[in-house]
Structure formats: structure tokens, C-alpha cells
């Protein structure tokens, strides 16, 4: 089945690991496997890691020019996609969409003119922190900024964001940076990568009332792989993952739940061993008893719902 993945890590991976190439490497993505797997559309993340970064915005260029000149070399099976239309565009003519984002969102060092900088470079989603408090707001990674909420540069990142049409991922956001988000935010947002926190009691996955709020902003969130958010096994598993998604459904419908491997990223094994398996999870969401036309909407329509509002 045809899937939009919103979260990978690849993009640094190929960065720091120069012998590394998007077509075909020993990662967890590249173009092989994302054609093996039928992908509609991958999400590539700039990860910046603030605490190894002399100047973030200088790695984030320079690790999205890699990307994109990866992207370059492999445009007759691979495009870059700025719109919602460029997506369906190039599925139709068989390729392959690389969307890209960033991670970590004082790669734009408190300064809106690098918002527009990025955007004219092709970024279209920006996770607005990732572990470090920055210009823009705090992490959930430290319990004593869990009900800290937006800076003021983070609330009038926002409403430019919504006005470009950026994406707006929360994942790794404290708690009331999340409220602020659905409280300035007038279009949807997502949580790229994060699980359910009823399930998986751990700070980087959402409340059943912030899954409600993210399900009536009209957003969604993709179910990370990552075995700390899933539950008490050091592997993620199907069974794991199927009780995230059962629970999301039941608190937040249907329409609320994406896909956000968090490829390249984790360091834990994964029953689905890369993105050239991501078959297995929806076998498994039908032996579960989800209809296909739930499958669709989790593997790429809830996905593409978003991006048709906000990529234009």
C-alpha cells in the first residue's frame, strides 16, 4: 500500500556519512527500499544537534544542500515536492516525493528572514524544538519545562508559518508549547513523530487530550518507532504499535493517526527492519480488524489531507 512517511533521519545520516548515498545505502531509507515499499512521499528531516553545532543555521544549509543534491542525482525516480500537488504529480508519473523539514528550530537562530531563507530552499515542515530550549520554546525532555509554552518569537513563528505554508510539527514540544501551538495556530499542525502517552507513560508522546486537540485542529501524528514510545520492550514491535494506533483511534479518530518511523534516527531493532517493510504493519492493522479504508487514511491519506491544506 502507498504511504507517506513524516519523519525520517536519513538526510543527516547521508550528511555526516559522506560514503553514504540516497539511492542505495546500509541505512534504513534510501530509494530502493522506498520503491520496494510502494512510498508515496518521504519526509526528510534536517536534524541539528544544538549541542555539537557551532552555528546551526550554517549545518542546517549545509546539510539541506546535501540533500537536495542527492535528490538531483536521483530526480528520474525521486522529486522534490513543494506542494501538495507536486506529491500526486509525481505519484502519477511513478516517482517518489522527498519533502523536506527541519528539526530542531533554532536552526533559524531567532530570525524570521531564515524562516523565508528555508523556505525558498524547499523546506515545507519544521519540528519547532527538538531536546534544548531555544528562541523559540522548550522541550518536553526536561520534566520542568513540560507547562512552559511558546516564547514570543515561537507565537509569531507560528502565524508566519501558517501564512508561508509551513507545516507546524510539535513533536518534542513541551506540553504548553502544544496548547500554545492550537491556540495560534489557524491551520492544522502535526506531531511527526510521537505515540500515545496513555499507553507508553513517557514525556515525548501525547496526552488523550492533546490527541483530542490535535484531531480537532484537523492534524495528525505519526506513529514513531522508537521502543522507548512504544512500550516495555527494547524492540518496537507490531503489537506495540497496533496498540498506539487502537488507542489514538479511540480517543481521537480515525483521521488524527499518520506514520512517522523516526528511521534513522532510533537505535533500537524494529520488527518492520526498514522502510522497505512497512507492508507488515498494515498486514498486521487487517489481522487486527482495521478496514482498508482506515489502513489508507493511517498509510497516506490522513497525510495528504494535511499537506492539500497547508502546501499550496
Not at 3 to 17: I, N, Q, R
Not at 29 to 35: A, P
Not at 76 to 100: M, P, Q
Request: aromatic residues 8%; charged residues 30%; negative net charge.
Amino acid at each position: 500500500m502507498k504511504f507517506v512517511d513524516l519523519h525520517c533521519d536519513t538526510a543527516g545520516k547521508l550528511y555526516y556519512g559522506k560514503e553514504e548515498k540516497l539511492k542505495k545505502n546500509n541505512l534504513s531509507v534510501d530509494i530502493e527500499k522506498l520503491k520496494k515499499a510502494q512510498a508515496m512521499a518521504q519526509f526528510f528531516a534536517l536534524f541539528i544537534a544544538k549541542d555539537h553545532c557551532e552555528n546551526l543555521f550554517n549545518t542546517c544549509d549545509e546539510m539541506l544542500d546535501n540533500l537536495l543534491m542527492e535528490l538531483k542525482e536521483n530526480e528520474s525516480e525521486i522529486s522534490l515536492a513543494l506542494t501538495y500537488n507536486n506529491v500526486i504529480e509525481n505519484s502519477s508519473s511513478g516517482k517518489l516525493s522527498g519533502i523536506i523539514t527541519i528539526e530542531e528550530g533554532e536552526a533559524l537562530m531567532g530570525d524570521m528572514k531564515n524562516l523565508h531563507y528555508f523556505y525558498n530552499k524547499g523546506v515545507r515542515l519544521i519540528t519547532l524544538t527538538w531536546n534544548f530550549e531555544n528562541s523559540i520554546g522548550y522541550p518536553n525532555f526536561n520534566e520542568e519545562f513540560m507547562n512552559k509554552g511558546l516564547k514570543d518569537f515561537g507565537i509569531d513563528l507560528v502565524r508566519e508559518m501558517n501564512r508561508l505554508g509551513v507545516i507546524i510539527d510539535v513533536s518534542h514540544l513541551s506540553d504548553g508549547g502544544f496548547h500554545d501551538v492550537a491556540k495560534y495556530s489557524e491551520k492544522p499542525f502535526v506531531a511527526s513523530h510521537s505515540n500515545a502517552r496513555y499507553v507508553k507513560d513517557h514525556r515525548r508522546n501525547l496526552t488523550d487530550s492533546m490527541i483530542k486537540t490535535l484531531g480537532e485542529k484537523g492534524g495528525v501524528m505519526g506513529i514513531n518507532f522508537c521502543s522507548s514510545f512504544l512500550g516495555d520492550s527494547s524492540k518496537a514491535t507490531l503489537d506495540d504499535m497496533v496498540s498506539h494506533i487502537k488507542h489514538i483511534k479511540n480517543v481521537g479518530g480515525i483521521d488524527v493517526i499518520a506514520l512517522g518511523s523516526d528511521f534513522d534516527g532510533i537505535g533500537n531493532e524494529v520488527e518492520i527492519k526498514d522502510i522497505s517493510e512497512m507492508n507488515k504493519l498494515s498486514f498486521k492493522l487487517q489481522k487486527e480488524g482495521f478496514s482498508y479504508e482506515d489502513i489508507e487514511k493511517i498509510f497516506h491519506k490522513n497525510a495528504l489531507r494535511v499537506m492539500k491544506e497547508i502546501l499550496k
